[in-house]
């Protein structure tokens, strides 16, 4: 008899907040390409990723309400994320930006090889674009 | 000739934010069983996820210190994850937060048929851990 393994296999979830959720989401679904699902809850934008995972959108005052059905959450300030493109991903994705009039900040080459792009969704949470790897396997 | 294409495969990097992070890091190396990289700036804990994912936490005033190498982050508040588990993961993580102490929060089962369960880590980030869907495909 085998026994259930208690493994994270991943992260399903993955929440950026933002007051004005409309305008982050058109950032997210535009440039970014992210395909947007219904949200059901109707408080954040939904986004499901190419390999399975879900990006959520959430207005902090909304979702850290209590009372809620899900546990209350919600930060303020600038959050980050970084996004795995394949290869030559990022020299696609730097013309797509510049053509969307979005500010690249900074680029990074990483010694594990990888290199990164940043930018600043509506909100002003730190986006980064990386092909390749940040960090040791 | 192909034509290299600007599209996201997935999320690389998640973070969530903690003032102490070396006590939340052991949160999630210890209950959760999350693979610690070693972390070369110091400034946070680097997690290696079995999919290929990073979870990052970071301490939000050293974060959004300006003059940092990468462009600066850092969010005040309780956020959110969600966790993917396999078949029969999700009583084995019952089994062992109780063992551990740590209270399950909240229990739900989705239209998707999915099932989670809530915790906090110990900056009061909800932590969610999921077997099955959600959200629609």
Do not use: C, K
């Amino acid at each position: 008899m085998t026994h259930p393994e208690a493994a994270v296999l991943g992260v399903y979830e993955t929440v950026l907040y933002a007051r004005d959720v409309e305008a982050t989401a058109r950032f997210y679904a535009g440039p970014l390409g992210l395909r947007a699902l219904e949200a059901s809850e109707g408080l954040g934008a939904v986004f499901r990723l190419d390999d399975g995972g879900v990006l959520l959108i959430f207005d902090p005052e909304r979702a850290s309400e209590p009372g809620r059905y899900v546990p209350a959450h919600g930060a303020r300030g600038a959050g980050h994320i970084a996004f795995s493109v394949g290869a030559g991903g990022l020299a696609a994705f730097a013309v797509r930006l510049q053509a969307a009039g979005i500010e690249v900040e900074r680029e990074i080459t990483w010694g594990q090889g990888g290199r990164s792009l940043y930018v600043r969704d509506p909100a002003g949470n730190s986006v980064e674009l990386i092909e390749g790897e940040a960090w040791p396997a």
